[in-house]
Each structure stands twice: as C-alpha cells, then as structure tokens.
C-alpha cells in the first residue's frame, strides 16, 4: 500500500494565498478517489484544527509537530533539523510537499516537491532580500534533492528548466483544481443596487495592486473608453475590481482620483465566493491584465461562470485557458485593449472543465506519488 508524509507545517491558514487552496482542494479530491492508501499529514500545532476533518477518512492520519507554523523563521529550522527524524519515527520515507519549501538535507527521506512558479527570480522587488536568497536556495534544493517536481502549468516547468536547468524528465505538469459552484451565487438584484449596476453594463477584475498584474493598464482603458468612446454602445463605463484592500486599495483609489475615475472604477474589496460569483456571471467580460502568472485561475473561474474573457498572452495565461479566451497582443497598450473589448468573443463554452476537475487532479498526483514509492520499493 502506499503510504506518504504530506508536509503541511508551512501552512499558516488564510495567510498564504493560492497555495492554501491548492492544497486543500487536492486532500479534498484524494477523499474522493478509490484507491487504497495511507496520507500522513504532517501539521502544527496551530494549523492542526484546520485540517482535523480529513482524519474522519481512514486512509488520512494527522501527525502533529510540536511547532507553530505562524513563528516562521523557528519552523524552518525545525523543519531542516528535524522533519526527517519526526518522519522516520513515524515509518515514513517518503514525504510530499505541496509548495517548494522542504529540508535543504534529506537525511534518509525522499521528496516530491510542487512549485508554483518562480516570482521571486523575476520580481525581486517584491520580496526581502532573505526571502529572495531563501527562494532560490530552496529552487536548487528542488532540482538536486527532491526525486521528482510537480508544476502547476508548463509555463513553469519551462521557466525552470531554462532559469535553472531542471532535468525534464524529473517534472510533471499537474494543473491545480479549480473548484466553482456556479450555482453558489448571491441575487444579482441586491449586487445590483450595492453597486448601481445592471447585468452585462459591467466589467469586472479580480486583482491585487502588485506591478506584474497590471492594474493600472485597465484605469488607463477605463479612461480612453470615457474619453473617447463615451456614445458608443459596445463598451461599458464601469469597472469593478475585487481583491485590492488596505494601504493598496488606498493607493489605487488615488490614483482613480487624480484620474476623475471615482464613478467609473469601484474596488470591492474582498467579497464572499457567492458575490465573486454573481459579478462573474453578469459582467459584459471579464479583463485579466496580469502579466507573469504560474497558474491564473480567476479567468478559468469567469469562463466557467460563462463569462466572456479578456485577457492577455503573457506566461501561462494561454495555456490554462486552454486559447479560447480572448487575448490582446500588447498587455500594456490601452487601444489594443479597447480594440479586444468592442467585440470580444465569448468562448467560455469550449473550455474543457474535467480538465480542472480535484478528483482527477488528486489521482495524477497520487500515481505520481506511487511512481517514486514504487522505484524505492
């Protein structure tokens, strides 16, 4: 039987984005799957209530370290000093990680890591300095000491073989779940009246104000379209912008100011899943500016939601949606956007959903698994 560590000591619950969801989506398909094993989840001891319902299934046993994943610099050094001993005592040999952050040393215990992408080499900037030199010292650890990596689209895969010479034959491609219930949705009508808008009227983003997902290109599109295209009936005057909160939503809501935007542009801030899901559904199109993604899944949630998108041809954004979106050629050039956006075509229709299903991602990572289980036998 297969038997396997899953190292969760990284998780710090709703502080850690896309790579949180991603990992409780896949322990979420495992539960669905047939196939007989035995997961060994490797928590904290301020992360264990969150994942305590998975043991209800017999095949998943949690193991808790005597650690706190919020004191990161403490979990890393345990994790290097000791997560292989605390491995071995539970008679394991093989240890999962869902994120690239692992031991720098094996200490007798084989990897299987995932990265999600390598930000931290392109946008620097966004990063202290240690995280950054951490990064790439575990990126290496990866390529020389884990058995196998995962990427989550081969955009990455790519990126890691051209930035850091990983061995192809190593990698797999696994796309994440993307998990959506289109009808977990709030009345369009109360939407409606809390944002002074009418069903396809509006365009709608998903964001943060960080430079690679390139906010600002839209407020220059919202304003060449009020300017210049204000009588024709094929563009919308209003955007909504879901996900910039804080000192970054305060930025931003400068800089609609300075531009006379403040009845055009509207931050949400952060929303439930049934209002996300509502603003999908009824946008004229959804915009996606980002230019540097290892994943990308709002466009994938949009074109589900039925949504027509708009979007750009920068790193994997092509191939997650599968090139049915609509996709303009310069991510920065505000005309080019107007021009994609007269008459976009919706092709949320074509795209292959299975393809995101959790069940099915859940069972490649575990044939993955039981293919290096099945070498060290």
Known sequence: MLRFGINLLWVRPGKVGGTEFMTRNLLDGMILLQEDFEAVLIVSEDNADTFKHYSQDKRFKLVVAGIESANISKRIIWQNLHLAGFLKKNGLELCFSPVYDRPVMNFGIRYITTIHDIQAYHYPQYHPLHEVVYSKLLWLTDKWKSDFNVTISDYVAKDLVKVYHFNPKKMATIYNAVV???????????????????SKSYYYT???????????????????????HSLERDYCHKL????????????????????GLEDV??????????????????AKAFLFPSVFEGFG???????IMGTTVVTTKCACIPEVTQNVAEYVDDPYDADDWIKHMKNPVNNSAKIDQEVYDKKRIAKMYLSCLGRVWCKYK
């Open 180 to 198: 959506l219930d289109k009808d977990e949705q709030t009345s369009f009508d109360i939407l409606s009246k809390k944002y002074g808008i009418e």
């Open 265 to 282: 542009i509207e931050l949400t801030g952060f929303i439930d899943t049934a209002d996300r899901n509502s603003l999908y559904a009824n």
């Open 297 to 303: 899944i709002p466009p994938i949630e949009a074109m």
């Open 240 to 259: 909504l912008i879901t996900g910039i909160n804080g000192n970054a939503a305060d930025a931003i809501k400068k800089q609609i100011k300075e531009e």
């Open 206 to 228: 998903v964001g943060q104000l960080i430079k690679h997902k390139n906010i600002p290109t839209l407020i220059k599109v919202m304003k060449k379209i009020i300017k210049e």
